[in-house]
Structures are given as structure tokens and as C-alpha cells.
């Protein structure tokens, strides 16, 4: 009895901090880029439902514990982009574009590996770039808000020196009372608790294709497909890439026309259900991740509530709890960043392109600081390829700046060929 219920139990406890960890962040993107209360909760039921199908699916078909979640880093990217030139109906259909490609990505594994190959420093350092705006939102809201974020502030404090998976899930419980104790009486009385689904006709232009829909699928790429592709190999696994590209990219699809914007692997959580917590046997963890779908899926029922809750609140303490959540992966995106002396130079600049926030030709910031790191690191390789004798030795052996997708080699991205070295004796082997 107990090896069954672990597992379960394991899949609950994924779902719950999967949605309180972050749930924020989708409200504060998708409103951000022209979302209505209504649509923001759609969309949010959205993708809730469609990582739930896609974990099931992919857990029923392999028997790996695939856990799937919505892109954080990409509801990141739709705060910095905020509003874009012909609204909500516009970032729609980026959102559309964004699936089409990570389709594609599972179908065309030179895709795959074109997008792997970006080097780390620089897919780093524009992650680091697209969080940071929120990331900085606890330290403003501590100064306009005092009353309400500093004991959102120490909670968080508290439970991540004492319990650090609890630490956003409970900053968000005392978030919610705050609000509920300083909001308005009938401030919930004419809200709609249960979430509809808004279907928006799509919309498309090309500053939004190249500043929103590329970034989307930049982002959802290498900071969660490849990292959360990663996290399984690590724990002996060797899962079908291009088969989960393919089952987060349609289901993406089909969550875009109701405000959806991007689900794929997860990353942050996907330990809870793939590590030896969730079952002492590899074979029995895939339960773990096809529980935290159903649950997840369940969860954005509650969208309509948590978005009516959300709307009574100053939105710079919303951020708050969103860029506390964020603190982690902004951490390690620097560290990624800045971990490559010879890409160092370019990945700040690509750092400072994109945290400046500029829109240029109608395309954000992302974009740009993707193509201005690039072109720096192309001027330093140069560089670097001159003759040895015609520039001063470097201070630090130099290393050429490492794929994102290195921990994966030799496997080819995108397809389905496993990913990693040989599994360990008792791990589930997977495959089409």
C-alpha cells in the first residue's frame, strides 16, 4: 500500500508547489500583454489543462516520469515585452507561432539542434535579462507597499532558510491574506470564481513574430525543454525528446486560441517527480508525474479565483511574490552566464540589451539582446583567431563557450534518440 501511495502522494505535493510557485508569474505575463481579468484566467485554465493532458499522455505512453509545466521563463518574457502594437489578439497568434516551431523542433531535429547550439553564456544572460524586471519587483514593492510585502518578504525568508520548497507557496499564503484582510468586503462580490474559456481570433505582425514569438520559443527551449530533458538523464533516464517536443508543441496549439502561452518539461519541479522521493523503484515514478498532471489540471479550476484575488492587490505586490519565485532561476541563469571567461563580455551585453526593456523597429528587447551578444561573440572569436603572436597572451586559459545543450550530447536534439549516456540498472528506458 505504501509503494503505491508514495508516488501519489509525490505527484500531489509536484502539483501544488508547481502551481503556487508560479501561477503569478502566467497572470502578471498575460496581462502584461493586453489580457483582460476573463482572458488572464482563461488563459491560465489553459495551460493548466494542457500540461495536464501532455504529463499524462507522455507518462501513460513512456513510462517516464515527464513532468510538464507552463513555460515560467516565457510568462517572465511576456512582462518585460509588456503591450504590443494591435493587443491581445497579437499576442495570440505569437502564442501559435511559438507552438508551430517547438512542433517543429520535435519533427526537424536540425531545429532542435540549432536552438541547442545557441552557446550557454548568451542563452543565460538573456534569461537573466527577461527576469530581471521581476525579479527586482520585491525590493519596490518593500518601498511603496511596506505593510503588505514585508511579511511576504520574511516568510519567504523564513521558510527557504527552514523549508525551501515551501518558501514561495507560503510567501503566497501570506500574500493572500494580506489582501483578503486589506481588500474591499464586496471586492470579490461581482468577480467570476469558476474560469470560462475566452477564445480570441488570432492576429499576426511581424514585429510580434520576431519580438514575442521567437523569444517565446528561445526561452521555453533553453531554459526549460533542454534543462528539464536534463534533470531526467540526470536521474538515469532516457527520455524521447522529439516525442515530448511534439506532445507540449500541439498541446501548446491547442491552449494559444484561449490564452495559453507556452507548456513544455519542467524544469523547477521536475525533480519531485523523477527523484527517489517520489519511489524508491524508477520503474514506479512515472505515476508520481502522470498524478501531478491530473492535479495540475485540476488546480486551474481555480484560475477565476486566483485571478479575481489577484485583481484586488496592488500589482507591485503580485510582482513581488512572482520575482521572489524567480530568484532562483535568475541565479542560475547568471551563473551560466558569466561562468565562461572568454563569454563574458558578450553575455553582458546581451544582459543589458535585454534587461533595458528597449523596443526598437517594434521587436523588445530580447531579441535584440540575443542578436547584439551574438554579434559581440563573433567579434571576440575573431579575435581570438588572431595570430598568437600579434596579440598579448590571455590572463586565464580561455575555453569556447559551451551549447546549451552539452549535458546532452551525444545525443541529437530533437529527435528521438535517447538523450544521455546509458541508463543505470533499473531505470525505465523510454522511446517511441
Do not use: K
Not at 3 to 32: D, E, K, N
Not at 79 to 91: E, I, K, R, S, Y
Not at 115 to 135: F, N, Q, Y
Request: aromatic share 4%; charged share 10%; net charge positive.
Amino acid at each position: 500500500m505504501a509503494g503505491r501511495t508514495q508516488p501519489l502522494l509525490a505527484g500531489v505535493v509536484t502539483a501544488l508547489v508547481g502551481f503556487a510557485s508560479s501561477f503569478t508569474v502566467v497572470l502578471a505575463g498575460l496581462r502584461a500583454v493586453g489580457a483582460t481579468d476573463a482572458q488572464a484566467a482563461s488563459g491560465l485554465l489553459a495551460v493548466c489543462v494542457a500540461s495536464g493532458v501532455s504529463a499524462v499522455w507522455l507518462g501513460l505512453r513512456h513510462r517516464i516520469p515527464m513532468s510538464v509545466a507552463w513555460s515560467t521563463p516565457g510568462a517572465a518574457l511576456l512582462v518585460a515585452t509588456g503591450p504590443v502594437p494591435g493587443g491581445w489578439p497579437v499576442a495570440v497568434g505569437a502564442f501559435l507561432v511559438s507552438g508551430v516551431l517547438i512542433v517543429a523542433a520535435g519533427l526537424f531535429p536540425a531545429l532542435g539542434r540549432a536552438v541547442a547550439a545557441i552557446p550557454r553564456p548568451i542563452a543565460g544572460a538573456m534569461l537573466a535579462g527577461v527576469l530581471l524586471p521581476l525579479c527586482t519587483a520585491p525590493v519596490r514593492a518593500l518601498v511603496e507597499v511596506p505593510r503588505l510585502a514585508a511579511p511576504v518578504v520574511l516568510a519567504w525568508l523564513l521558510l527557504h532558510r527552514f523549508a525551501r520548497r515551501w518558501a514561495v507557496p507560503g510567501a503566497l499564503v501570506v500574500a493572500v491574506a494580506a489582501i483578503a484582510l486589506t481588500a474591499p468586503v464586496a471586492g470579490l462580490g461581482g468577480a467570476r470564481l469558476l474560469p470560462a474559456v475566452e477564445l480570441t481570433a488570432p492576429a499576426w505582425s511581424v514585429p510580434a513574430l520576431v519580438g514575442l514569438a521567437l523569444p517565446l520559443f528561445l526561452v521555453t527551449m533553453a531554459a526549460q525543454n533542454v534543462p528539464g530533458m536534463a534533470v531526467l538523464v540526470g536521474y538515469g533516464y532516457r527520455p524521447p525528446f522529439g516525442a515530448a517536443l511534439r506532445a507540449t508543441g500541439l498541446t501548446s496549439l491547442a491552449a494559444a486560441p484561449a490564452g495559453g502561452h507556452a507548456v513544455n518539461l519542467a524544469a523547477i519541479t521536475a525533480a519531485l517527480a523523477a527523484g527517489p522521493d517520489a519511489h524508491p523503484d524508477p520503474d514506479r515514478r512515472w505515476i508520481a508525474s502522470v498524478t501531478a498532471g491530473t492535479g495540475l489540471a485540476l488546480l486551474g479550476l481555480g484560475a477565476g479565483a486566483a485571478t479575481a484575488l489577484i485583481a484586488l492587490a496592488p500589482p507591485v505586490l503580485i510582482e513581488a511574490v512572482a520575482g521572489l519565485a524567480l530568484l532562483g532561476a535568475l541565479a542560475t541563469a547568471l551563473t551560466s552566464a558569466l561562468a565562461e571567461p572568454t563569454a563574458r563580455e558578450a553575455a553582458v551585453v546581451t544582459f543589458v540589451v535585454t534587461a533595458s526593456g528597449v523596443t526598437l523597429l517594434g521587436v523588445g528587447g530580447a531579441f535584440w539582446g540575443l542578436v547584439a551578444g551574438g554579434l559581440m561573440l563573433l567579434l571576440f572569436r575573431r579575435r581570438s583567431d588572431e595570430p598568437a603572436a600579434s596579440r598579448p597572451a590571455p590572463p586565464e586559459p580561455a575555453t569556447a563557450p559551451e551549447p546549451v545543450a552539452a549535458s546532452l550530447r551525444p545525443a541529437p536534439v530533437g529527435s528521438d534518440s535517447p538523450a544521455g549516456a546509458a541508463s543505470p540498472r533499473g531505470a525505465r528506458v523510454g522511446g517511441d
